[in-house]
């Protein structure tokens, strides 16, 4: 097997693992092609199971022949292993290294991980389209789903159906594609049914700087309001950059062209905006020597919290747009697949009952993040540790998961979930057995075949055995608008996620569950 | 009375205080002899009570009318706009006078009946018993004892009747010493640790100057520390910055020289004086009031302010105290410069830590009644009462309830009370309305004739415990623990729902706490059903042959579980704490403040859609 090349020392026995909170183990160090194993031979005694996926940096150090190797992963965790003999240690660390960064997605765990569990309901069979859509055809006659993307060719980061208004054609939506930034053409991603308005999403309209204009992308769209009424566009961009836009072929919906449309901009930061932006608050909650004044002044500069800020409000508009001034909505950054969609499922949160239950949450993923092509290969391949500045890393999915945290902590009786299923979809965005997270879209999902080859996390997770740690036992279902109060005073840090490996728990409440409890099939 | 021009306005608006847009509720607005009483229009009431006022301000007056901005003690803040400048004018006027008297007697208390008879508030008064506390604490005994020194007030006039000093200190030294201590204030017994034989002990600064020193002080403070058998040195506490007691030093007082005391070993906490933590709240509460603050300018004004380095350093002290007993088995005598700020903080939460009984209910009055009423904190002054030095005035108790708060964050099972009771005794220590922390002193109180004139606060917040309890709360795991808090500077957060009491959009929608509160009531009234209706099957048993019975029971229970059913529902609804009911979701009120927030846009009015972002619409045209 090719992991045996990486694989330099197998197995080094008198290994300590430190831990914070936790004595020190000693025991056998094993790597296999995926996990990093510690076992201290002994009953009752905890052992270490860590995917190579979820590290995300290591640092070695050497006292004499001891080596430590300091283990930094995507979960924030830091673990210590004391490795007698110096080659050992420089061997089990490249191992680590090379295993920990492998370069192609067959290589990963989820191809090798055959589960111990009877499956009861296939996961990815869970959530389809068409399903999806009943849920709608019967309030509405106006949208269609089209099959227009069957074979990915008119927009590759779009799912092969789409829902689109009725009385737009194929033909016309061909056109429309040209004219959106990444073919990401104007498709349906939510239908209010109470004020029978919609909130929509696409790419920025290519208007370049002389103002290009497209008869079918305001045909569509206008296809959407009712004769006399009037559409919100929020572009989750500052005028400014959006403006700036223009220059690379981008840009926004001129006035003339949409006189329908009133447009908002809303300031969402991204990419390495954000990335930095984590980089610096796990720095600061991970130093407890910083005095007070050290601490809310690093606090304040990650700016973790303004972002957290700014997509609440953001999300807060579209949902005001929909259910008080009862108009739709269309939303677009520049590619349509992040900010984008942290605000359309966010405002689905806010308005919508279903998506607040189990059930619901995960469709709203899977419609909302997977299908609609956010690219978690790229924005989840290195997280706060990472030393390599690369483009494309993000924790735009972590921050929708902090905002549903505070919109939680705000209605603790409205979710049928809890924080840990939060948690537990935070850590398998970043590293997991199952395969619902690989790659950047449909597209790429299905050339990599993941339906047949790897499992999907919701067969795992919606087992009623495992569900009952996700469920909130407080849910009472409501059927109410829930507007969170976004005021800095209201918005609190998310301690269970970026502070849980400090905060030793003393009473019974809420303890992390370990990530990954589920047995494992060694692959060698 | 005489102070009251205009008892009644009409067509006030009350405004909100964070919405961007100058959201308002329009109203009548009543001045009573002790309180300011707003109906709106939905007949909302709104009372502040005229002692609860810390500031009255009129601002320019604009084309609505004449604003009257009212800032509270208890965080309350209220911006009315008044149709008729006259009216606000009289109203202004009144208030300033109402809200700082000049008398004691014309204090809320003196006239506030809540409909008691002399006896009953008499018991009130006796519901804490300090002399009961000492006992508990397992004084007097071998080692200490009551002096009757201060028995007439004679030795110090701020500490009180009875006082728990060393058997060994004869009156001579305790004489000597408290000459040699600033107010008079004498190291005397606070805390007494039962099983490490280890003391809390409190004092004041002593009068040591550059290099002078006392034979009786360095004796009394040698009897404190031989009183306990384990360990031969004790810790002395200064709880001020080095820098601050050496400056004292100037001026003829100072701190214990180590060389002069044998056995014992001193140390600074680093606690700033009541100046600087009142302006520190006043910083934390300009930063707070701000419309639309960013989350940038929310935390740089809470580092600026260092609310939360002050509390930090008091909780630090609390834990030095009780490591010193628990790891050192030593005592520890604590002082500041008169030893009723810091020290009462710092011997309150350090006994606090250590002792379970005091996060009782019970527990914690107990406390308060000690290290801070009868030690003379001086309640009168730092909340200011009455019409007196604005510089005497601090936040020292609120830091110690928010320190409380911290812990019970920190430790959710380990309080029998929840944060609604450490609010509601906020809200008394500035309210006037009980006795309890009336004047500056005990020696003071009894001249007032308080426990005649007025009632305790104590058997009133007894008789509302259930609204007070922490659901969470485990008697049994923690009776003999001691709370070992961390004080990772992450581990503070801003007290919104201290600093915010009244801003209700700030607020989750949701409280699990009053959820579980529901369902152990319910539990309770289930468990009595259930009771109920076992021992009315064994009495039918005894009574009839078992074929009746098996009739009967269907007959019996049947009628009865319809009502139960109502009942309990109806109790579902009532049983929300007062000042939560409003908290409860809201989704699609129109009056729904946050509505607003969100975007200014909305806020200008509708048919100006063009308008709608000024910038946009000027560079597409």
Not at chain 2, 345 to 351: A, D, H, I, P, T
């Amino acid at each position: 097997m090719e992991f045996a090349e990486l694989i330099k020392t197998p197995r080094v026995d008198n290994v300590v693992l430190h831990r914070p909170f936790y004595p020190a183990v000693e025991g056998t160090l094993c790597l296999t092609g995926h996990h990093l194993i510690l076992s201290s031979r002994q009953d009752n005694t905890e052992e270490l199971w860590l995917l190579h996926s979820n590290i995300d940096a290591i640092d070695k150090r050497f006292v004499g022949s001891l080596g430590t190797i300091i283990i930094k992963c995507k979960d924030f965790r830091i673990i210590q292993l004391d490795i007698p003999g110096m080659e050992e240690c420089l061997n089990i660390a490249s191992s680590i290294e090379a295993l920990s960064t492998l370069d192609s997605i067959t290589l990963m765990y989820p191809f090798f991980y055959r589960p111990m569990f009877e499956v009861i309901e296939d996961g990815w069979h869970s959530f389809l389209p068409e399903q999806e859509f009943k849920l709608y055809s019967s309030a509405t006659s106006q949208w269609r789903l089209s099959y227009v993307n069957k074979e990915f060719a008119v927009c590759p980061t779009y799912p092969p159906i789409v829902i689109v208004p009725e009385s737009i054609d194929d033909e016309t939506l061909r056109k429309v594609a040209t004219f959106r930034h990444g073919g990401r053409f104007p498709v349906l991603s939510y239908y209010h049914q109470k004020s029978k308005r919609v909130i929509m999403r696409s790419g920025q309209p290519l208007t370049g700087t002389n103002g290009r204009r497209c008869k079918e992308d305001e045909k569509l769209i206008n296809a959407t309001l009712r004769a006399g009424s009037r559409g919100y566009i929020i572009d989750t961009r500052s005028l400014n950059v959006a403006q700036q836009a223009r220059a690379k072929g981008g840009g926004f919906e001129q006035e003339a062209h949409y006189p329908q449309w009133r447009r908002i901009h809303k300031s969402i930061e991204r990419y390495h905006i954000l990335q930095e932006s984590l980089i610096k608050l796990v720095e600061a909650c991970n130093d407890q020597t910083h005095n007070m004044d050290r601490w809310l002044s690093k606090l304040e500069a990650s700016n973790w919290l303004t972002h957290i800020k700014e997509i609440l409000t953001a999300a807060c508009l579209v949902a005001q747009c929909i259910d008080r001034e009862e108009a739709s909505v269309l939303i677009h950054g520049t590619e349509g697949t992040d900010s984008t969609l942290q605000v359309t499922s966010l405002a689905q949160i806010i308005l919508e009952p279903r998506s607040r239950t189990i059930r619901g949450f995960e469709a709203l993923i899977e419609r909302e993040w997977l299908q609609a092509g956010h690219p978690f290969q790229q924005r989840c391949a290195q997280s706060a540790y990472c030393n390599t500045k690369q483009k494309w890393e993000a924790p735009v999915f972590l921050l929708f998961l902090d905002c549903v945290w505070q919109i939680l902590r705000q209605f603790p009786c409205s979710f049928e979930f809890n924080e840990n299923f939060l948690i537990m979809l935070f850590e398998h965005a970043y590293a997991s057995q199952f395969g619902t997270f690989l790659g950047n879209s449909e597209s790429e999902r299905c050339k990599l075949k993941l339906q047949q080859k790897t499992m999907s996390l919701w067969s795992w997770v919606n087992q009623p055995s495992k569900l009952s740690k996700y469920t909130n036992p407080l849910f009472e279902a409501n059927n109410l608008v829930i507007w969170p109060s976004v005021a800095p005073q209201s918005l609190l840090l998310w301690e269970d996620t970026l502070l849980s490996f400090h905060l030793l728990p003393r009473d019974d409440a809420a303890q992390r569950p370990s990530p990954d409890a589920d047995p494992v099939l060694l692959d060698f | 009375m005489e102070h009251i021009r205009t008892t009644k306005v009409e067509q006030v608006k009350l405004l909100d205080r964070f919405a961007t847009n100058n959201k308002s509720l329009t109203g009548t607005l009543y001045l009573t002899a002790t309180h300011l009483l707003f109906i709106d229009s939905l007949q909302k009431e709104t009372w502040i009570l005229h002692h609860h006022i810390a500031s009255v301000e009129k601002l320019a007056l604009t084309t609505s009318g004449c604003p009257l901005v009212i800032q509270c003690k208890n965080f309350r803040i209220v911006h009315f706009i008044v149709p008729r400048e006259r009216d606000c004018h009289d109203i202004y006027n009144s208030l300033l006078q109402l809200s700082k008297q000049a008398k004691y007697e014309d204090l809320y208390a003196f006239s506030y009946n809540p409909k008691q008879n002399d006896s009953e508030r008499l018991q009130g008064w006796q519901l804490i018993d300090l002399a009961e506390e000492y006992k508990r604490m397992g004084v007097p005994n071998s080692h200490w004892e009551l002096s009757d020194a201060n028995q007439e007030y004679k030795i110090c006039e701020t500490y009180p009747r009875e006082l728990y000093v060393p058997w060994t200190a004869k009156k001579t030294v305790i004489v000597g010493s408290s000459k040699f201590r600033s107010k008079g204030r004498f190291p005397v017994l606070s805390y007494y640790h039962q099983d490490k034989k280890a003391a809390i002990c409190r004092c004041s600064q002593p009068l040591s100057g550059f290099s002078a020193r006392c034979m009786e002080d360095e004796r009394l403070l040698e009897a404190i520390s031989k009183a306990n058998p384990v360990n031969c040195y004790m810790y002395v506490v200064d709880t001020r910055p080095k820098l601050n007691a050496m400056a004292n030093r100037a001026a003829g007082k100072g701190y214990e020289n180590e060389d002069n005391y044998s056995s014992i070993r001193f140390q600074f906490v680093g606690i700033e004086n009541i100046h600087v933590m009142r302006s520190s709240l006043q910083k934390l509460l300009e930063v707070n009031g701000t419309k639309g603050l960013s989350v940038n300018d929310f935390y740089s004004g809470l580092e600026s302010s260092g609310w939360l380095r002050h509390i930090k350093a008091v909780m630090d002290a609390a834990i030095f105290l009780a490591r010193a007993i628990m790891v050192e088995n030593a005592s520890v005598l604590v002082h500041c410069s008169d030893g009723w700020d810091r020290t009462s903080q710092v011997c309150s939460l350090g006994s606090l830590l250590l002792d379970s009984y005091y996060r009782t209910i019970r527990g914690f009055m107990v406390l308060i009644e000690k290290d801070w009423i009868s030690f003379g904190h001086k309640f009168s002054e730092r909340c200011g009462h009455l019409d007196g030095d604005p510089k005497e005035v601090s936040p020292v108790f609120t830091q110690f309830l928010e320190c409380v708060w911290h812990l019970t964050e920190q430790f959710p099972q380990a309080f029998e009370f929840n944060e609604a009771f450490l609010l509601q005794i906020h809200e008394h220590i500035h309210s006037c309305q009980f006795g309890n922390f009336l004047g500056n002193c005990q020696k003071e109180r009894e001249e007032l004739k308080l426990k005649e004139k007025t009632y305790s606060l104590w058997p009133f917040l007894l008789e509302d415990q259930k609204k007070y309890l922490n659901p969470l709360y485990s008697s049994k795991s923690h009776r003999f623990i001691v709370l070992e808090p961390n004080t990772v500077s992450f581990n503070f957060k801003f007290w919104r729902n201290m600093y915010h009491q009244f801003d209700q959009t700030l607020h989750p929608r949701q409280s699990v706490f009053n959820i579980i509160m529901n369902m152990n009531e319910q539990n309770k009234q289930l468990e009595k059903d259930i009771k109920d209706l076992e021992s009315k099957i064994k009495q039918r048993k005894n009574k009839q042959t078992d074929d009746i019975l098996t009739k009967e029971l269907l007959h019996s229970v049947h009628p009865e579980s319809p009502t139960l059913k109502t009942s309990l529902c109806f109790k579902e609804q009532t049983r929300l704490p007062v000042n939560d009911s409003l908290r409860t979701i809201e989704g699609s009120s129109p009056a729904d403040n946050r509505y607003s927030e969100y975007a200014e846009e909305f806020s200008k009015s509708e048919p100006a859609v063009v308008s709608l972002e000024y910038g946009v619409a000027r560079m597409t045209c």
